[in-house]
């Protein structure tokens, strides 16, 4: 596979040292641009950065495995609003079926619910939604930035946050679901995703490359299709998979490239913290929104420094919720009508809003929650236009 990477790699790494140089001066003046590198990686953390955001901006095409359905050409694709690593303005499809008993059901259970919207020529493997479906899901791509932070938080400390059964009684039953790790085949805790239907990066990737670009890997070796003749299928993809295969230069796969660009991807920085602002924060707490909206977790002890101990301002809690704005899709451990709690940092670079992208401002998408919300909601509407105005420049400082 001829990759942009092979051409432009001698040279990048090459001025690996000296690139590296800039961004620890730059750090030494404050906080990198918004698409950068974790401050403080050694040179060999740097390269394997450089290596992910190569492989990430690739365009691919039917030579290299792109297909036979596919939602987009490259990861850059979906992620580079407002950097490389953001959001996109485009949603993704999902469809399944809703019996008259209300259970839902997946149209083909080894395929899953996601149907892509492209196909390589002559198409005859485009995804077609059938008839049957009565549930259409669309959603949004998640930004990225931090994502190494995320995936280093212990899963105690996630599981610690849970209250499936509302013990508590004040309304929220915010559930961790356990998901299976495809390489230790470990249950693990779900963080990534808008259903936390993945645990790592590695996998989380993997997934998106065959699911949204029809590229088979390791961990996922067969094309996602809907009931697709085995033969018809090879007249559709005549690349053997798995697709994405170790590069001899580096003794890397994509994925492994992706794994890194995203491990080692900075979190945004906070906004300007003005009197508007801080007033925002304490309504933002006394309304209720901090219980699912955790201000900050903390990574576990990790032999890399950079993500020892760490704080983790995501304004999450990485659980699932029913808040009356689900797809109606299940997936993995969650249910039709729950959505992860959305991190909140970095929300001021994203509109729309909601998994859907369905809510056009942070005000919306507020008066968008309900069940699970429901009490944030009305103290939301509850207060004056001027504490609204607080709470909202606090929410577009994140």
């Not at 092979?6 to 003046?29: D, G, K, P, T, Y």
């Not at 485009?90 to 209300?102: K, Y």
């Not at 590695?202 to 094309?223: H, K, Q, S, V």
Request: hydrophobic fraction near 40%; include cysteine; charged fraction near 25%.
């Amino acid at each position: 596979m001829i990759k942009l990477f092979r051409v432009v790699v001698a040279v990048c790494l090459a001025m690996v040292v000296v690139v590296f140089s800039e961004f620890s001066q730059i750090a030494a003046q404050g906080p990198l641009r918004l698409g950068g590198p974790l401050l403080g990686l050694s040179g060999m953390e740097f390269e394997e950065f450089l290596l992910g955001l190569d492989d990430f901006l690739e365009v691919e095409n039917a030579e290299e495995g792109l297909g036979p359905a596919y939602n987009n050409t490259s990861c850059a694709g979906c992620h580079n609003v407002p950097a490389i690593g953001g959001i996109a303005p485009m949603t993704t499809t999902r469809a399944g079926v809703r019996d008259a008993d209300g259970s839902y059901r997946d149209l083909d259970p080894k395929r899953g619910s996601l149907f892509q919207i492209f196909s390589i020529p002559t198409h005859n493997c485009q995804s077609v939604i059938p008839a049957e479906a009565n549930v259409i899901g669309r959603r949004a791509p998640i930004p990225l930035f931090g994502a190494g932070l995320v995936e280093a938080i212990p899963d105690e400390a996630i599981q610690s946050l849970a209250d499936p059964y509302d013990l508590d009684r004040d309304g929220i039953s915010g559930r961790a679901p356990i998901v299976v790790d495809l390489v230790t085949g470990d249950e693990r805790v779900g963080r990534f995703g808008w259903k936390s239907q993945m645990a790592t990066l590695l996998e989380f990737g993997a997934d998106a490359y065959r699911n949204e670009m029809g590229i088979t890997n390791d961990l996922f070796p067969a094309e996602l299709t809907f009931r697709l003749m085995p033969e018809q299928l090879r007249r559709c993809d005549v690349i053997p998979d798995p697709e994405d295969v170790v590069e001899p230069e580096t003794g890397r796969r994509g994925i492994d490239n992706f794994e890194a660009f995203m491990r080692f991807l900075a979190p945004p920085a906070r906004g300007k913290i003005t009197e508007p602002v801080s007033r925002g924060r304490l309504l933002f707490e006394s309304i209720g929104c901090a219980k699912c909206h955790v201000p900050s977790l903390k990574t576990g002890a990790n032999s890399n420094p950079l993500f020892d101990y760490q704080e983790v301002p995501l304004f999450s809690d990485l659980l699932l919720h029913d808040i009356g704005t689900g797809d109606g899709i299940r997936q993995a451990g969650a249910e039709p009508e729950e959505i992860r709690t959305p991190a909140l940092w970095g929300l001021r670079h994203r509109r729309p809003l909601l998994h859907d992208g369905s809510a056009a401002n942070t005000s919306d998408a507020v008066m968008r929650h309900g069940q699970e919300a429901e009490i944030a909601r009305q103290g939301f509407e509850q207060l004056s236009s001027d504490q609204k105005i607080f709470l909202l420049a606090f929410l577009d400082s994140l």
